[in-house]
């Protein structure tokens, strides 16, 4: 018999539909529940879903709305961030995270990463507050949270409000608080690929504070209340139905997940230990007093040979992802910025280094081994004499 980790199989880098598959009975169920009630807009649905995500966290309010881009957008809209205001947060991370800042009409300003981590340097944070300093958001990537002690004390120190982007983790912890409490308003996506993912696009912000999470609500249906009445300008971010009822349904499997997540993650390392890798190629950094929801398993490998790694892995039918390839600073709609290659150099290299694996709570051990393989071949046929090999030495 063929070794398995040697037999032609595909491993996408996602695979919802085995998602679905162990849950199809509960999604069905509530979806013609939604379909026979006809009530398609916000409503019970959707405020059971801002209940039960609030109570995850440990939060008092939780605002539903259309995306994770408009969960980071209305916050800053509520708390009057505009022109010639400034708002601090990390060049590595997804677009939004910037883009819901420029949108306001407010100056983006960004802090690099620590290395390690991805996530941004607190250690630098202060240098970058000015007294046009409104916001700081930081991001809580791939699964794991900004080390949020030292955020909130400068935060503090100057009066600002701390806005998490925990669109990549829920459920991720720092000091046994979970992501969403650990500033004063939280922004969750639940994309598809997220780890609770919709069958679109949904958003939640959670905060403690009523008065900002009322303000967040009526934004979010063009500034009505009541119906037809309008105080403010806002805009359409409304949550569906189906979405929550769907999310609704997730959350009750998520610490599950969770935990297969954090076993898959496990694993990786165990694999790419035992293959000689583990010098070659950089794992993804549990940090003290974080929990890691493994959003992302990201590795680290040269940046002259991160893409023909990808190249082999998808000629072998493995999937990968780059999160991501262009860090904020650099992308052509900030020009205006006036950002130069080398103003943030850990993050510029992350965005040449890094790949994400395959990484889902039904990925099995038999997957897990053939991607570890390949990973393998590859530095056997390409790193000697290079810098994987140098490094291997």
């Known amino acids: 018999m063929a070794d398995r980790t040697t037999e032609p199989i595909s491993v996408p880098a996602l695979d919802l539909k085995a998602q679905y598959r162990t849950i199809r009975d509960e999604i069905d169920q509530v ?114 949270t900004a080390d949020m002690t030292p955020i909130m004390e400068v935060a503090r120190r100057h009066g600002l409000v701390v806005l998490e982007d925990a669109a990549q983790s829920i459920g991720a912890a720092y000091q046994g608080r979970r992501a969403g409490v650990l500033g004063d308003v939280a922004a969750f996506s639940f994309y598809p690929s997220k780890n609770l993912g919709g069958f679109g696009d949904a958003g939640m912000i959670t905060t403690d504070d009523e008065a900002l999470a009322k303000r967040m609500a009526r934004l979010r249906v063009h500034g009505m209340e009541p119906k037809y009445y309008h105080h403010e300008v806002g805009f359409n971010s409304r949550l569906d139905a189906l979405q929550a009822a769907v999310l609704r349904v997730k959350l009750r499997h998520l610490d599950a997940w969770t935990a297969a997540r954090r076993r898959v993650a496990d694993n990786y390392r165990a694999l790419l230990s035992r293959a000689g890798l583990s010098e070659i190629v950089g794992l993804p950094v549990e940090s003290p007093g974080c929990f890691h929801v493994y959003n992302q398993f990201t590795i680290r490998v040269p940046a002259e040979v991160r893409d023909p790694l990808r190249a082999h892995l998808t000629a072998k039918r493995v999937g990968t992802e780059i999160y991501y390839p262009i860090p904020l600073h650099l992308q052509d709609c900030f020009r205006a910025l006036g950002h130069r290659p080398g103003d943030f150099p850990h993050s510029e290299a992350a965005a040449k280094e890094t790949l994400a694996l395959p990484i889902y709570p039904e990925l099995t051990d038999s997957a897990q081994e053939y991607v570890a393989a390949r990973i393998a071949e590859f530095v056997d046929e390409h790193a000697r004499g290079s810098r994987l090999g140098e490094r291997a030495a």
Not at 33 to 40: G, H, I, L, N, R
Not at 88 to 117: E, K, M, Q
Not at 121 to 136: G, M, N, S, W, Y
């Open 31 to 144: 979806v013609r529940a939604v379909v026979e009630s006809q009530y398609f807009i916000l409503g019970p649905e959707v405020a059971g879903l801002e209940a039960e995500i609030a109570a995850y966290g440990g939060s008092k309010f939780g605002v539903g709305c259309a995306s994770g881009s408009d969960a980071l957008l209305l916050p800053l809209l509520a708390l009057e961030v505009g022109p010639g205001d400034e708002v601090v947060t990390t060049p590595y991370s997804f677009f939004a995270t910037a883009g819901s800042i420029w949108r306001t009409g407010a100056r983006p300003v960004f802090v690099d990463i620590d290395p390690s981590t991805f996530n941004i340097d607190a250690k630098q944070l202060e240098a970058a507050i000015t007294p046009r300093t409104r916001v700081v958001i930081p991001v809580h990537l791939y699964g794991q």
